[in-house]
């Protein structure tokens, strides 16, 4: 069974799950204070009385750590879809905007991108807690839509994810990215959904 941060992993002194928490929710606050460049593994180390080779025991790189602090496995992005096509694109814009406008995200990612070409697993599992809990939810709810005639047919699950996800990340990262107000929220749904129609 794969290990989890601050659980037991095979032979020797369990882990503390406790150490494993405060670790994580003093990277949360120092990468909104600091930011992904300015966060330091010691100060990490400092805050959570802890230290650096007890961070790395459980996280080998800085990317590792970040990805999971700002990313819980534990925390999918929460949607709930109602059938209606519309008000589900919908749904998926509101969430993808929630989860990138969460200030310790949007302060990880300009950082934590960059870094996760040096480890493709990392990017993997990103995705996968991002969007992979919904993906048959989401397929389902494209086949349903076409079966009714309200969209096309073979639209990919993954395909729409990734534009409405994209869409909200390039806002957030790029230097002048727009502002993830309503107006955008109802200009994107409106584009997707004149997309996805048959």
Not at 97 to 102: E, G, I, K, M, S
Not at 162 to 184: F, H, R, T
């Amino acid at each position: 069974m794969k290990s989890t941060p601050g659980s037991s992993s095979g032979a020797g002194r369990p882990r503390d799950g406790r150490i494993g928490d405060a670790v994580l929710a003093a990277t949360r606050d120092l990468l909104v204070s600091e930011g992904y460049s300015g966060l330091s593994l010691t100060a990490v180390a400092a805050t959570a009385g802890t230290t650096t080779p007890a961070i790395y025991r459980r996280w080998p790189t800085k990317a590792h750590l970040v990805h999971e602090a700002a990313f819980p496995a534990t925390e999918p992005v929460d949607l709930t879809f109602s059938g209606d096509l519309e008000a589900d694109v919908q749904a998926l814009v509101f969430g993808a905007v929630a989860l990138f406008t969460d200030p310790v995200v949007r302060a990880a990612l300009p950082g934590l991108i960059a870094d996760l070409g040096q480890h493709p697993e990392l990017h993997a599992e990103l995705m996968s807690r991002l969007w992979g809990s919904h993906l048959e939810e989401v397929q389902a709810l494209l086949d349903a839509a076409a079966q009714r005639g309200l969209a096309k047919k073979g639209v990919s699950a993954r395909h729409l994810l990734s534009l409405v996800g994209g869409s909200a990340l390039l806002s957030v990262v790029a230097p002048s990215g727009a502002d993830l107000d309503e107006a955008w929220m109802d200009a994107i749904t409106a584009l997707v959904v004149k997309g996805l129609a048959p």
